[in-house]
């Protein structure tokens, strides 16, 4: 469906203004025309009179490593269609496929099945890669295998770029390792996301870091130096960075319900992206599951091997945006934020994140009650409840 599409009697949600009742049009996947009331005709109407429904961006998750059985290291075109095809039933229309610590050869082989991946269109939009390790610090590990974590090089990761077809859009590095701060000075200039994670970095080393540019952080709280008054370390330098939008899982079980509103507190909603850092388990029943030779309890306490170590999530961006809302009662505009907007911000695409003329027609629709409705790619609908 990639004519034309009316969308009326829906709530419009900005991340920079008040909410709305409006109508949308949409031709050839981008809208053409937003008004209180629009009479024009269609090929395709939405109507959500009476419904009470909610128009937001569609969810772009930045950290998601599988879904629906499937990971990004297996290195294949149709997990990666599994994955993308599973995401629209939770309001995703984008996000980045992320690798993990492995070998250099299973990076590259999912890098390389990246390269040359296209979308179908009812799928949510791969945006690009998110390199997450090898250069981490052993000691942060997590569910990262130690054995591969191995020091930054510039070199190895401008010959990954090329094989991802210059696809790579964010890297998470350990910036205090030895040659961290080299290579984080190599990305200046670059597309690239420089992100401190799994990091045992001083306060010291992540306001140097954030000097040479670092402007995310990984999965705040989990796997990075904590807090301490004395020591603020990662935790502390990032939540008082205002260059650095921090990563949020919203589980409940990476973070506590209190941390994740001191989060808010500090951040503002301008300052954090949701992201789930989902495995494979995502969508499927309780078991053990595969994450990169690692085999992963899933459970009602969440994911973890079988040390206790945390191993991704399970959470689905849909109950991320729920728990935000509850814990911390952001305003709509403010979940906008949050879910999509700050992403595309950080990715500098300049056509996703908001609902404006000649933007992307990429929608999540959400009742009251943030239940996903409806989600939108490219102008077509491609999940409905």
């Known amino acids: 469906m990639k004519g034309t599409l009316l969308i009326s009697n829906v709530t419009i949600?900005?991340?920079?203004?008040?909410?709305?009742?409006g109508d949308l049009l949409i031709n050839n996947g981008?809208?053409?025309?937003?008004?209180?009331?629009?009479?024009?005709r269609a090929e395709h109407y939405i109507d959500g009179k009476d419904k009470n429904w909610f128009l937001l961006p569609g969810y772009i998750d930045m950290h998601i490593h599988g879904s629906a059985g499937h990971d990004t290291m297996d290195a294949t075109p149709s997990a990666l269609h599994q994955i993308a095809r599973s995401l629209v039933k939770e309001g995703v229309t984008g996000f980045l496929a992320t690798t993990m610590t492995q070998s250099i050869e299973a990076i590259e082989s999912a890098l390389a099945n990246i390269a040359l991946f296209e979308n179908s269109e009812d799928e949510a939009c791969l945006l690009g890669v998110h390199v997450e390790g090898p250069y981490v610090s052993k000691k942060r590990a997590g569910a990262q295998p130690v054995e591969y974590?191995?020091?930054?090089?510039?070199?190895?990761?401008?010959?990954w770029q090329k094989i991802s077809n210059q696809r790579i859009k964010q890297i998470t590095i350990a910036p205090e390792v030895e040659g961290g701060f080299a290579f984080l000075e190599s990305l200046r200039g670059s597309q690239i996301i420089p992100s401190i994670g799994h990091s045992d970095a001083t306060i010291e080393d992540v306001e140097r870091a954030v000097e040479l540019g670092v402007s995310q952080a990984t999965h705040l709280y989990n796997q990075m130096r904590p807090f301490h008054h004395r020591n603020p370390g990662v935790v502390g330098g990032v939540l008082v960075e205002d260059a650095v939008k921090v990563e949020i899982i919203a589980d409940f079980v990476h973070s506590h319900p209190q941390a994740v509103k001191l989060a808010y507190r500090s951040k503002g909603a301008k300052g954090i992206i949701l992201i789930t850092d989902a495995m494979r388990a995502k969508g499927l029943q309780y078991g053990d599951f595969d994450l990169g030779g690692q085999t992963v309890h899933v459970s009602?306490?969440?994911?973890?091997?079988?040390?206790?170590?945390?191993a991704g999530s399970v959470l689905t961006m849909e109950q991320a945006v729920k728990n935000m809302k509850a814990i911390t009662n952001c305003s709509w505009q403010e979940i906008v934020?949050?879910?999509s907007t700050n992403a595309a911000e950080q990715l500098k695409l300049t056509t996703k994140g908001r609902i404006m003329?000649?933007?992307?027609?990429?929608?999540?629709?959400?009742?009251?009650?943030?239940?996903v409705q409806k989600t939108i790619c490219q102008g077509k609908v491609v999940f409905e409840k």
């Open 13 to 21: 949600v900005h991340h920079d203004k008040l909410p709305y009742k």
């Open 30 to 40: 981008k809208i053409r025309k937003i008004s209180h009331a629009l009479s024009d």
């Open 149 to 159: 974590i191995i020091l930054p090089s510039i070199e190895q990761f401008a010959a």
């Open 300 to 310: 009602k306490a969440g994911a973890h091997l079988s040390n206790g170590a945390l």
């Open 337 to 339: 934020a949050m879910s």
């Open 357 to 371: 003329e000649g933007f992307d027609a990429d929608f999540v629709l959400l009742d009251e009650k943030l239940n």
